[in-house]
């Protein structure tokens, strides 16, 4: 469930990214916005998320923009 919920976020950031901008990408990282938007199944999913927008802000602040960028289009 950790990873499915962590995997829910990711494509949705990718769709973020691909439909507005990086910036509004960036954004959502930098906020702690809730993730009801994602209907996720259980609290495991939800923390699963919780922790892959963790991960994402971290490589943001020491590896930039571009990285973030390149990791979600994988």
Do not use: C
Not at 48 to 71: C, D, I, N, P
């Amino acid at each position: 469930s950790f990873r499915d919920g962590a995997s829910k976020y990711k494509k949705w950031l990718a769709g973020k990214s691909k439909q507005e901008s990086m910036d509004t990408v960036i954004q959502l990282l930098q906020g702690d916005m809730s993730l009801t938007e994602l209907e996720f199944n259980n609290p495991h999913q939800e923390y699963g998320a919780k922790f892959y927008r963790r991960r994402l802000r971290k490589m943001y602040e020491t590896r930039g923009r571009a990285e973030v960028q390149k990791h979600l289009s994988k």
